[in-house]
């Protein structure tokens, strides 16, 4: 049996920049769009007794002659006793013959990959001119995606929409220290029309920002809802969106900002113009115009962390990162 290694959160951190995970992220949308990655829908295990649910995700990507299997837990309630909303692993197995090779922290991995995904999203839709960013969310998964935007655009001001001051405020210190670049918390929801991109990063299950508050051909990275039941997106922006997702199946089957909208008669399915990676693969154009408006809805998708996971995983073996468990 070959060595099997543990990845904590602070290895994954350190060993992987966010301009690695972006590029990685070209990788994982080209095999998804390709229909070279084998990515079933994830399973769902609701615990409603506990505010909660656990997601089990597998993915084959014979790219990186991986196997992977993450698992994550969402419970709601964690925040109000100071524990991490997402707890997360994920198990890598060789391709070739099924051995055991690593285990990683999968919280920081998430984020990562979700920051980096909205990076590659940006590059490819943003307008290259774009320099102020709006961001909705003060947690995990808002700042990988500050820093996924950072690493594709040259920002002169971060904005960041926070329900809890406090929070926004430190948000807002430790982004500027991290970055060197202008954070500030917003106090007025018109504030918004001077985003050239947004993300919406939160766990709302309602639009977090009103459409006639959109600057004209702002870019918009939605990743915060993830079920057919809640949305970050208002539907009269994605009813005017150049819609591009992760991937269609998904989109069609999990995300709120999408399903909504096509029930209540807004849009049609075939609506949606783009897997990200059909743009990276060059099938489909990116921005068409500097005065229209892109959306990226993400779900989040498997392939995308064993992408990253496998990378981790060769790096490991040269540099003979994480702890050997036997």
Known sequence: METLRYFSRQVVEEALTMSEAIELMKDAFRSLSSGEAVVPLRVNLPQPEQ???????????????????KMVTIFRDNPIQNLPLIHGLMLIMDGTNGQPLALLDAEYLTALRTGAASGLATDLL??????VLAVFGTGAQARTQVKGVAAVRSLEKV??????????????????????????????????????????????NVPVFEHQYLKKGVHINGVGSYRSDAREIPGLTMQSAKIVVDQRSAALAEAGDVVLPIQEGLFEADSIFAELGEIVLGTKPGRASSGEITVFKSVGNAAQDLAVASYLVRKAQKLNLGVVLG
Do not use: H, W
């Open 126 to 131: 943003a307008r290259k001119d774009a320099s």
């Open 51 to 69: 505010n909660a649910q656990t997601l089990f995700m597998p993915v084959y990507l014979p790219s990186t002659e991986a196997v992977g299997l």
């Open 159 to 204: 904005l960041v929409f926070g329900k809890n001051t406090a929070k926004a405020e430190a948000f807002c210190i430790e982004m500027q220290n991290t970055l060197g670049i202008n954070v500030e918390a917003a106090s007025q929801p018109k504030q918004l029309l001077e985003a050239d991109i947004i993300c919406t990063a939160t766990t709302s």
